[in-house]
């Protein structure tokens, strides 16, 4: 009866945010579950990482955050917020990921798929975040699709587990039973939970998928 309803609740629809380079606890929220949704016909909200990402240096915690064209209106559905290229911040987002994670032991069979990543211009910030998600997905030998929701997030309020930012920039750390391996800058800063899905790859690589 225990492993009927634990069945049950796994294929229950759940609903999950777009993120950037999406964190460790996202990642193994998608893979344990075998029916969850992107919400895409959604307000855009304010400080999420559907913009964001969070990685670890030398000196702590480094959040890089992609410019949105006209600011974060809440007006705008996650579909239609758009990415701005006014500041060249792909570079910039590649050399911190290449200063943090230059000398990890994996982040060298990453680099140029990274690089051709940046490479490219998305217009929309919900395909740039898919274009990562298919990246990762690559790397992890996943054949996983990611599936959206085709809807008014109304439709799915009250009838499906809405999931969504349960992790946010504020507080992403306050997460169960963090996914726990040897990062980078542990002996200095100490182990950080939850970050960016690049820095478990780059510290773990193909080991990654076993441990989300």
Request: hydrophobic share 35%; with cysteine.
């Amino acid at each position: 009866m225990i492993e009927e309803l634990q069945q049950n609740q796994n294929k229950a629809l759940q609903i999950i945010e777009s993120q950037y380079f999406g964190t460790v606890n996202w990642y193994k929220l998608l893979f344990e579950q075998t029916n969850t949704k992107i919400a895409q016909y959604e307000a855009y909200p304010k400080t999420s990482f559907r913009n964001r990402t969070v990685i670890a240096g030398s000196n702590g915690i480094i959040i890089l955050s992609v410019p949105l064209q006209k600011g974060r209106s809440q007006k705008r559905q996650t579909k239609d917020v758009k990415v701005s290229y006014d500041q060249d911040w792909q570079a910039q987002h590649l050399r911190s990921i290449i200063c943090c994670y230059g000398k990890s032991p994996f982040f060298e069979f990453y680099q140029e798929g990274l690089e051709n990543l940046f490479y490219k211009k998305h217009d929309y910030l919900i395909d740039l975040n898919q274009a990562t998600h298919q990246w990762v997905f690559k790397q992890l030998k996943i054949k996983q699709a990611l599936e959206y929701f085709e809807e008014a997030d109304s439709k799915f309020i009250g009838t499906s587990q809405d999931l969504r930012d349960s992790s946010k920039p504020n507080d992403f750390q306050l997460v169960q039973n963090p996914v726990r391996y040897a990062q980078v800058f542990e002996d200095r800063i100490g182990f950080q939970s939850n970050l960016s899905i690049l820095d478990l790859l780059s510290c773990m690589g193909p080991a990654s998928k076993t441990l989300l």
